[in-house]
């Protein structure tokens, strides 16, 4: 027995960019940049939203538009184990307190669950590994 051959169903809106250019008055942009525009309808008031119009050779709206950089990965490593303070400072969590810890005194122990920060040289690696942060 063959396998029963599957209909998709393809919308042809969905193809030609119909319902974006129903909401947007144009056929939606086929390039790589973003546009942003900035300035106001002209005679609007500074309350209302700005008018988008599309981005043609000579308008004005081709100053504005900006290319999109690259993103940076943020270390899974340095995410699980440091958390960055809004001061510059990362905050972690010392070891010693999961497992094994039965023959500790409890002054050992409670040393262990009190956070500790990175020195200066390890904040500096880890605002390379945290970028967002």
Same mark, same amino acid.
């Given at each position: 027995m063959?396998?029963a051959?599957?209909e998709?169903?393809?919308?042809?809106?969905?193809d030609?960019g119909e319902?974006q250019?129903?909401a947007?008055g144009?056929?939606?942009?086929k390039?790589?940049?973003?546009?942003?525009?900035s300035?106001m309808?002209?005679?609007?008031?500074?309350?209302t939203?700005?008018a988008?119009?599309? =981005?043609?050779?000579? /308008?004005?709206?081709?100053n !504005?538009?900006?290319?999109m950089?690259?993103?940076l990965?943020?270390? &899974?490593?340095?995410?699980?184990r440091f958390?960055?303070?809004?001061s510059?400072k990362?905050?972690?969590?010392?070891?010693g307190?999961?497992?094994l810890n039965?023959?500790?005194?409890r002054?050992?122990l409670?040393? =262990?669950?009190i956070? /500790?920060f990175a020195?200066t !040289?390890?904040?500096?690696?880890l605002r390379?590994?945290?970028?967002y &942060?």
């Amino acid at each position: 027995m063959g396998k029963a051959k599957r209909e998709t169903f393809r919308n042809p809106q969905h193809d030609s960019g119909e319902k974006q250019k129903k909401a947007l008055g144009h056929p939606p942009l086929k390039s790589t940049a973003f546009v942003s525009v900035s300035r106001m309808a002209a005679g609007s008031s500074p309350t209302t939203t700005p008018a988008l119009a599309p =981005a043609t050779a000579n /308008s004005i709206l081709c100053n !504005a538009v900006r290319y999109m950089g690259y993103k940076l990965k943020t270390n &899974s490593a340095a995410k699980k184990r440091f958390v960055a303070l809004p001061s510059g400072k990362f905050k972690h969590w010392r070891a010693g307190k999961r497992h094994l810890n039965t023959g500790m005194d409890r002054g050992r122990l409670n040393k =262990a669950g009190i956070a /500790s920060f990175a020195t200066t !040289a390890q904040a500096k690696h880890l605002r390379r590994l945290m970028p967002y &942060s």
